[in-house]
DNA sequence: CCCTGACTACCACTTTTGTGGTATAACTGA
DNA sequence: TCAGTTATACCACAAAAGTGGTAGTCAGGG
């Protein structure tokens, strides 16, 4: 057997059960390879960077940095490395924060061992494996609000704002004088309840009207 | 056999040999039941609201209506349907234009039958499938950019101003002077090359240094 | 046929932002 | 240790945004 063609995996847990596990399961498939385990980022740090691992299996509650913290420092001496988060928490910030620092798919410790097998290499193959909760709360993030008390016109012009465009030029654009633009943007505010331009522009984007 | 209790599954899709070959395929798996097949919005509108699918596979490339501009009129009609877009087109504007106008899962043509037949029921449940290259560009689109030019303080007070703060208000929050608001602001909107709050956010956005 | 909502437009006035300087203390890395 | 970066703070003036009115046109629905 080709060892050096085995996708080599770290894992990140400080349940030393879960972890070795996890690394008994992924250790024993062919064409993977356990190359480090470690209880916190801490100990992994020491070690890490020689492993070379191609996929890191993190766990986001670690003593010491959380995994959220530890994503981006792994992603600076592995910028490589493909970073799956194994956990328990499906809370929406903290996934939001996972995928910002970098991680490359989010799994819930509820993952049957050959999904967690395939998600690893789907990570490898480019993908990015996410558990069906965590995939449904990813895509509702990107869905709009079809209730908005906007207008259409309201709703173009806000999106106009949204780029950083001053109303002279949304005017120019739209072909209509600056003051309508001032009363759209006066009515926008009013339905929105808001005083100013960023408001305005959070308020939207919260609502998802734009 | 309970026919009630399966899964009624409507298609649109211009292409008969691909419509046809969906429909058998879904048809003739147990747990799922045809209840519609359209080669256009157009027609589907017609006889779709008595369908009453759980799940509709949608087109992105229809004659009329497009797929994308179908979505919203569909959710309409049948709000509690779950509609999963089947595509050759994986370009990023395509996909987030779909997810925002309620898809509840994104699949390429390259999918396996079986994985089809899987996201239909993962969609039941809750879940939000898609294709691999699909969940990589969601994902990534969360990721934050790491070579931001702003400092700690910097991007710290253009996240406050993203959220409509005012500067009296942030100076406030942050015990500092609103000169010193003032001077932190005018460092980010020269690094940024901008000139107002709005192109600022914009800016920070577009490069996800917020 | 009239009413309402949406889009358009103008005026006057206040408040907030943006620009262009200068400056000092603290920290940070070479 | 010494230069560069960061965070702090002040001033004055210009430009843009925000507030509070009023009002005409036009399309669609009751």
Chains 1, 2 share one sequence.
Do not use: W
Request: hydrophobic share 40%; charged share 30%.
């Amino acid at each position: 057997m080709k060892r050096d063609l085995d996708i080599k995996v770290a894992i990140i847990e400080d349940d030393e059960t879960i972890r070795e596990g996890y690394a008994f399961l992924i250790g024993n498939t062919t064409g993977y390879k356990i190359c480090g385990t470690y209880p916190s980022y801490e100990e992994a740090a020491k070690h890490i960077a020689q492993d070379d691992p191609d996929v890191i299996l993190l766990d986001v509650e670690l003593p010491g940095i959380s995994g959220i913290d530890a994503l981006p420092k792994l992603k600076k001496t592995l910028p490589d490395t493909h970073i799956l988060i194994l956990t328990v928490y499906e809370q929406e910030l903290l996934i939001f924060r996972a995928l910002g620092n970098g991680a490359a798919g989010y799994l819930t410790k509820n993952t049957p061992p050959e999904k967690i097998v395939s998600a690893i290499h789907e990570v490898m193959e480019g993908g990015g494996p996410m558990s069906a909760n965590i995939a449904r709360m990813v895509i509702s993030s990107f869905k709009r609000n079809d209730a908005s008390p906007l207008t259409r016109r309201e709703t173009e012009i806000l999106e106009q704002i949204a780029t950083g465009k001053s109303r002279k030029r949304i005017a120019d654009e739209l072909y209509i004088d600056l003051e309508t633009v001032k009363s759209h943007i006066k009515n926008i505010y009013h339905k929105l309840d808001v005083h100013s331009k960023a408001d305005a522009i959070k308020a939207a984007r919260d609502n998802k009207f734009i």
